[in-house]
């Protein structure tokens, strides 16, 4: 039986498809798949393709954005080396992202809006989990930060007089380390049993020369230096704030504990494209190159990992 006006069911009686209608009709169809496929490109940008890991692509294409903090123009200018030197002997390209704020940092990071990013150690790292619940994965060590004792108004670590004040950053990880660079001077020691990547004032037992601490907020080392005999700081703040180097008064190299790390999305720890991004920072010529460069962006501000 052949289908004729006089099968349509009822409901069709009325719906007109000639002439203008007819047209009506097709523009909303139209705009209704432009719709639709608008709200799928933006859901899988967002994420929402969960079967594109599995079916062997990529979360992040070949464009790998990298967090790092924006104030530090040295970890910028590492991305920037490996950006130009070695990404491109893998088939992709590395977009430095520069965020202040390490929570919107870390937090863009676990949902995979960023590949990476390289702004912390594990102690800072582990502050950050544990306080938020955020997933993250530390893929290990790539540079570690200078960090000195600066001042303004002695020449030497040793002319600091009895009872000097040492601005120490507020926040327990760059305390400890801080602490730690005090220790390993022998200006104070801890108490038995201390671990010394986790100091704080109260597990100093003996100071000699009575110093005392005041506490600054991270980033107020080089504008604290006229207020106290010395501050203890990330290389990197004095030179951006154009800090003489002559100001520089103790300067260890630092511990391998507080080197700064490449740190994923936890949930992104299969991802080919993570493969890649190993392959990029761990790559020989990495270590190398901060050993040996002279930018004035990175020499003396990030250095090679140590070995201890």
Known sequence: MSLTDKNLPDAFDD?????????????ALVALAVLV??????WRVAGGDDDKAAAGGSHFGDELQIAYQASSASEKAFLTYLGTEIAPKHGVTIKPVGIEDGNQLDQATADGRYIANIYQHKHWLKQVTDSTGWKLTALGPVFQWSYSVYSEKYPSFDKLPKGATIALLNDPANTAQALWILERAGAITFKDGVDPAEATEQDIATNP??????YIEYGAGPRSLPSVDAVIDYNMSFVDAGTPDSERI??????????????IGTKYADDPQVKVLKEIFFDPAVQEYLKTNHDPALKGQLAPVSAS
């Open 209 to 214: 020369k009575g110093f005392r601490f005041q």
């Open 15 to 27: 719906l007109d498809l000639g002439g203008r209608n007819r047209g009506r009709l097709v523009i």
């Open 37 to 42: 496929t608008a709200a799928l490109v933006a």
């Open 250 to 263: 103790l300067a260890p190299d630092a511990p391998k504990d507080f080197a700064g790390q490449l740190v």
